[in-house]
């Protein structure tokens, strides 16, 4: 996978869904593109959570390489992602060409023609489409680099299981926004390891920092997710920035 592209598990109105997207395009959408063009599909194998068996799951990623290489010659589109939920699987380009759209699509669907599908193609020239469904929200961020580190403990050969002490570092604008911080976080069963400070030297907008330690396994038990979103919106409360975790290797 591309440095740009990440895969996460999210929510969409309580449902279930998986997000492939390229997010490259966050800080700057390309002024030549402005319409959004959507291939939709009805999965024929999908599980209680929506999602394709691992049989359909190869099936389905012929047909988005046969997409992925057809749209963007026909319509001077990129593509920017998917979005599996509820037993249905969507394609989202963005291009200038969207007449050309739905030729393309049922032209490629042919191959596959026990699929049901639908195409759609809508001005959005914000990506606002892009924006709000493929994105990662904050939480969505904080989930992806928890199993970035979540993987290279398993790497490592790591007991996910076992539980250990893990380090949990967050970085506020004042004294006063920390030490509310601290309050919240000991009231939790958090230990205060360290209160460390920014060097100066580096004009930091945040530099009063908190280093907070829970005993937890990393899987099981204790909610990976749930416990470092908490302390991503205990921090934002009071204009701080929640920086991630870290914990030696168990075995």
């Known amino acids: 996978m591309a ?3 990440q895969v996460f598990m999210t929510r969409i109105s309580e449902d279930p869904a998986l997000v492939y997207v390229d997010v ?5 959408i390309p002024g030549d593109k402005p ?9 024929q194998q999908a599980d209680a959570h929506g999602f394709p ?10 047909l988005e390489d046969r997409l992925r290489e057809a749209v963007p010659a026909e319509t001077n589109a990129v593509y920017v992602g998917r979005l599996t ?3 249905t699987r969507q ?8 007449r050309a759209f739905q030729g393309v699509a049922e032209t490629v669907m042919q191959e596959q023609p026990s699929y049901r599908f639908n195409c759609k193609a809508a001005e959005d ?9 493929l994105l990662p929200t904050k939480y969505d961020w904080q989930t992806i680099k928890n199993q970035q580190v979540v993987r290279a403990l398993m790497d490592a050969g790591d007991n996910l299981e076992a539980k250990r002490p893990v380090q949990h570092f967050a970085y506020f604008p004042s004294e006063e926004a920390r030490d509310h911080y601290v309050k919240r976080v000991t009231e939790g069963g958090f230990e205060i390891s360290s209160l460390p400070m920014a060097d100066p030297v580096e004009k930091s907008e945040r530099p009063f920092g908190v280093v907070a330690t829970l005993t937890h396994p990393i899987v099981g038990g204790t909610l990976l997710d749930d416990l470092t979103c908490g302390l991503l919106d205990a921090a934002d409360e009071v204009g701080g920035e929640y920086d991630g975790w870290e914990t030696p290797v168990v075995k």
């Open 85 to 87: 939920m509820k037993g």
């Open 53 to 62: 068996s691992e049989a359909e799951q190869e099936v389905l990623n012929a």
């Open 91 to 98: 394609f989202y380009f963005y291009g200038s060409e969207p």
């Open 24 to 28: 490259q395009y966050d800080g700057a």
């Open 125 to 133: 020239p914000k990506w606002d489409g892009y924006r709000q469904v």
């Open 3 to 5: 440095e740009s592209w």
């Open 35 to 43: 319409y959004m063009m959507r291939l939709a599909l009805g999965l």
